[in-house]
């Protein structure tokens, strides 16, 4: 599956975006979709996935409550619904696709997007 990230951009702190994840090659549903961020310096890490199976998602703890993972099968898309942002939220966000029923673990993922940034001023 080949998967294609949009809608970063520069924001205020407190605002709202909203990250797709455009898949093509192979449906969204057969596999659980993930979100990761990696922030200048730092290694990637985790934010939302959604699982295959059931739909079910896990979050990482310092999005959860202000960030939403969404699929839309019938568009082929992921979403990452993002509110409330702050400053340390800014990154580039990559999808992904893992044959995992739900899978939090990068090197679970075997397809990734090439990245869009984010940037939350404070």
């Known amino acids: 599956v080949q998967l294609q990230a949009s809608g970063g951009g520069l924001v205020q702190a407190g605002a709202s975006l909203r990250l797709s994840c455009a898949a093509s090659?192979?449906?969204?549903?057969?596999?659980?979709m993930g979100w990761f961020r990696q922030a200048p310096g730092k290694e990637r890490e985790f934010v939302a996935t959604?699982?295959?199976?059931?739909?079910?998602?896990i979050y990482a703890d310092s999005v959860r409550g202000r960030f939403t993972i969404a699929r839309d099968n019938a568009r082929n898309t992921v979403y990452l619904q993002m509110d409330s942002l702050k400053p340390e939220d800014t990154a580039v966000y990559y999808c992904a696709a893992s044959t995992y029923a739900l899978a939090r673990w990068a090197p679970n993922y075997g397809s990734w997007g090439q990245g869009t940034q984010v940037t939350v001023s404070s």
């Open positions: 090659g192979r449906t969204v549903s057969s596999y659980s």
């Open positions: 959604i699982s295959r199976n059931d739909g079910s998602t």
